[in-house]
C-alpha cells in the first residue's frame, strides 16, 4: 500500500533562515508526488509536483523539493523564509491505480515563521 | 482556483438532521472528489466520481452519500448528521495532463454537527 510520513508535525524557523519540511513516502512504484500549502482558513493551493521528470522541482514562492528515490523522501526546502510563508504543509503521493486519481495526504506540517 | 465552488460555506446543524453539500466546476472536468480535514489527520477521501452517475468509495465513506447528475456538479449527502462529522468539506477535481494526478481544491465548507 503506498504512504506518505511528514517527519515533523510542527517546524518554527525565524525570517529570512532556510525552510526544510520532510517528508518520506511508500510506494511499490514510481509515485506522483506533491506538496500543498493550506494558509489559515483557506483552501488548498498546489506547491509543486514531482512526476517522473527532473529530480528537483521548483515551485511557487520560491520552493523546492528533490525527490530521492533510494532514500524514499521528497523534503521540501526554501532558502530564505517569509512571514507569508506561514501556514500547513502536505506531502502527497498519488494512489495505487493512478486511473482514479486518488491522493494519499499526509498528516501535514505547520510552518511557523518568526519575526 | 480551478473555477470551483462550495455551497454553503459554513453550516451548523443538528444531530439526525440531513444535511446536503455541494460542490460546483466549471471547467468540465470528468473526476471530482470530497474530502474531510481533520486535525493530525490531513485530509481523507470520502467519495469521488469519475462521470456523470459513476462515483465510488473512499477510506471514510460511512454515513456519506454522493450524486453526480450533470458534470458541473457533485453532492455530499450526510443522511442523519452526527457529531463525529463535524469537519471542514473540500470538494477537488482532477486537473492537469493524463497520467498526472494533480487535484485542485475549492475553498471549503465548514460543517458544524451540535
Known amino acids: 500500500a503506498q504512504s506518505v510520513t511528514q517527519l515533523d508535525s510542527h517546524v518554527s524557523v525565524s525570517e529570512g533562515t532556510p525552510v526544510l519540511l520532510r517528508c518520506n513516502y511508500s510506494?511499490?512504484?514510481?509515485?506522483?508526488l506533491f506538496w500543498y500549502v493550506q494558509h489559515p482558513n483557506k483552501g488548498l493551493q498546489l506547491l509543486l509536483k514531482?512526476?517522473?521528470?527532473?529530480?528537483l522541482v521548483k515551485g511557487i514562492n520560491g520552493f523546492e523539493a528533490e525527490f530521492k528515490k533510494s532514500e524514499t523522501s521528497f523534503h521540501l526546502t526554501k532558502p530564505s523564509a517569509h512571514m507569508s510563508d506561514a501556514a500547513e504543509y502536505f506531502c502527497?503521493?498519488?494512489?495505487?491505480?493512478?486511473?482514479?486519481?486518488?491522493?494519499?495526504f499526509g498528516q501535514g506540517t505547520t510552518l511557523q515563521v518568526k519575526p | 482556483d480551478a473555477g470551483i465552488t462550495q455551497s454553503p460555506r459554513h453550516k451548523v446543524t443538528e444531530t439526525g438532521t440531513p444535511v446536503t453539500l455541494r460542490c460546483h466546476q466549471t471547467?468540465?472536468?470528468?473526476?471530482m472528489y470530497w474530502y474531510r480535514q481533520d486535525p493530525g489527520h490531513g485530509l481523507r477521501l470520502i467519495h469521488y466520481s469519475y462521470g456523470v452517475k459513476d462515483t465510488d468509495k473512499g477510506e471514510v465513506s460511512d454515513g456519506y452519500s454522493v450524486s453526480r447528475s450533470k458534470t458541473e456538479d457533485f453532492l455530499l449527502t450526510l443522511e442523519s448528521a452526527t457529531s463525529s462529522q463535524t469537519s471542514v468539506y473540500f470538494c477537488?477535481?482532477?486537473?492537469?495532463?493524463?497520467?498526472?494526478?494533480?487535484?485542485?481544491f475549492g475553498p471549503g465548507t465548514r460543517l458544524t454537527v451540535l
Open positions: 510506494s511499490s512504484y514510481s509515485p506522483s
Open positions: 514531482y512526476t517522473s521528470a527532473a529530480t
Open positions: 471547467e468540465n472536468h470528468r473526476y
Open positions: 502527497v503521493v498519488s494512489g495505487i491505480s493512478s486511473n482514479t486519481g486518488k491522493l494519499i
Open positions: 477537488a477535481i482532477r486537473g492537469g495532463l493524463a497520467g498526472v494526478n494533480e487535484q485542485f
